[in-house]
């Protein structure tokens, strides 16, 4: 590859040929991880006493996303660019809110990234342990071994990234039909077994019985608590917003893909937890999980032959492994989106001659993922940096829906554009709800973090993430007055959108 050269490639452009299957996978593929198998089951642990409860608040930390959802489809339809959130923010809202909260973001993701391809390695080495491959399984749980296989998905994704559009469609959409695949077993399996079917297998595997106490009160902390909790599954479908400058049509599909994303894996959830739940009693997952990691493949490996839970291991491993490509489009153009403005270095929004990729951003998206992994491999700890993506993504959710709010004021030209929710009425009541709402639930979990027992304060992702926020904020003020020395009008600049041929508009 000839760097030289396509770094002096400044007028290329983004290539408009993502359709409506593509930006649904992106959504979909941030969204749907392996914590679906672990989650909804290890919640007993974590919020004690939310009991036969989890689906219900389940149901209840949809609503946030919901509402987030909403904001992002009506704003994607006036500013249909790369860059997403911190486009809508910085343009609709104020300059300052839309680099720093999406510099958070940013931050928490491209940490994620790393875990993600960090974690996925256990899951293949469970698959190997369960075929009785024991050589490949030591293999696996070796630090080196697992180091360098993270490494090697990472940028095999970075490449498939590089390489375009439909590539990358070639990538995401398969692995979301066989994702999706591998967990309608769970979901067959758990509706069409009951209760009794699991007590006796249990029976069958102990030697002795299992008494099945139903007993529950129902407490409103408790229940605000694991929503609060729940509610980090529906991250993700941000990712779609991010591809706005590649979607055909961007007006119509970026808004039905978000819509359709949010209901298939809303329904994907509630029937995946509803089935575990159905076949396994609430009380047995309550009491397993407070001495013990438990998860789907765990739980209804009682009752399926040994091949089935093999193919529900792979599927854990498939949706963590297709999180990778969906979120490395995300970081990489937000990075795209502040070069445009001026934030970054302008060379960061180099587009690829032959691909029409952001290839400098993506290579620099996957040295951070890089960075991610090693970081999960010597702190022993990957928790902290979910902790810190879901925070980003609150604060994110919340000053979208408040853009929504006051787009009206703030950019009376670009709310005129808004096709989706264009009567400001409906859409001032929707962006205040969700102020509220996201309000609540930042605060919830704000309130938890501070309050665990911590070694340190660099623990509490809410420090940490204060700190990511302040040094957004001196990048963001140095930047704007090195704008102010060149001559720019940075007012001007943020008012309307960037122009599509790579180069950053002028004043």
Not at 341 to 361: C, E, L, M, N, R
Request: neutral net charge; proline residues 4%; aromatic residues 14%.
């Amino acid at each position: 590859m000839n760097f030289g050269f396509i770094l002096n490639i400044a007028s290329m452009a983004l290539s408009r040929q993502m359709g409506l299957a593509g930006l649904v996978a992106t959504g979909v593929c941030s969204m749907i991880g392996a914590s679906i198998h672990v989650v909804p089951f290890m919640i007993q642990r974590h919020v004690p006493g939310i009991g036969p409860y989890v689906l219900w608040a389940f149901v209840f930390a949809a609503l946030p996303a919901i509402l987030a959802a909403l904001a992002y489809a009506s704003l994607a339809t006036a500013m249909p660019r790369a860059g997403g959130s911190y486009l809508y923010a910085s343009r609709g809202l104020h300059p300052y809110w839309g680099f720093v909260a999406s510099f958070s973001q940013w931050f928490g993701l491209s940490i994620v990234i790393g875990v993600v391809a960090y974690v996925t390695v256990p899951f293949l080495r469970d698959v190997a342990a369960a075929m009785a491959w024991e050589q490949l399984a030591q293999a696996l749980d070796l630090g080196w071994v697992r180091v360098l296989l993270a490494l090697a998905f990472l940028w095999l994704f970075v490449w498939i990234n590089i390489q375009g559009t439909k590539s990358y469609e070639n990538a995401v959409l398969p692995m979301m039909f066989l994702m999706f695949a591998l967990g309608a077993i769970v979901i067959v399996a758990g509706f069409s077994s009951s209760q009794e079917d699991f007590l006796a297998a249990y029976q069958e595997r102990h030697g002795g019985s299992w008494t099945n106490d139903t007993t529950a009160t129902f407490s409103w902390s408790t229940f605000f608590s694991a929503g609060a909790i729940l509610f980090a599954s529906f991250i993700g479908f941000d990712s779609i917003a991010q591809a706005g400058g590649e979607a055909k049509n961007p007006s119509k599909k970026l808004p039905l893909a978000i819509g359709l994303t949010i209901l298939v894996v809303g329904a994907f959830y509630l029937l995946f937890t509803a089935a575990v739940y159905h076949a396994v009693p609430w009380a047995f997952v309550a009491e397993q999980a407070i001495s013990a990691d438990i998860t789907a493949p765990g739980l209804m490996g009682y009752i399926l032959p040994a091949g089935w839970t093999i193919l529900i291991l792979a599927g854990a491993a498939v949706a963590l492994l297709n999180d990778l490509p969906a979120m490395l489009l995300s970081v990489s153009r937000l990075m795209f989106a502040w070069a445009e403005d001026g934030i970054f270095p302008k060379k960061i929004s180099t587009i690829h001659p032959q691909y029409q990729s952001p290839v400098v951003a993506l290579w620099a998206s996957g040295l951070i993922g890089s960075i991610g992994i090693l970081g999960s491999h010597f702190a022993g700890d990957f928790f902290l940096g979910i902790d810190i993506m879901v925070t980003s993504m609150m604060v994110n959710f919340l000053l979208i829906c408040l853009t929504l709010a006051v787009i009206g004021q703030k950019n009376p030209a670009l709310a005129k554009e808004i096709k989706f929710l264009n009567n400001p009425k409906p859409r001032e009541f929707i962006g205040w709800t969700g102020v509220v709402v996201m309000l609540f639930f930042l605060g919830i979990h704000t309130a938890k973090d501070l309050q665990a027992t911590r070694e340190a304060w660099y623990f509490h992702s809410t420090w940490v993430w204060l700190a990511v926020m302040a040094i957004g904020s001196l990048i963001f003020f140095f930047q704007m007055q090195q704008m102010k020395k060149r001559g720019i009008d940075a007012n001007k600049r943020f008012q309307r959108l960037p122009v599509e041929n790579g180069k950053t508009q002028i004043n």
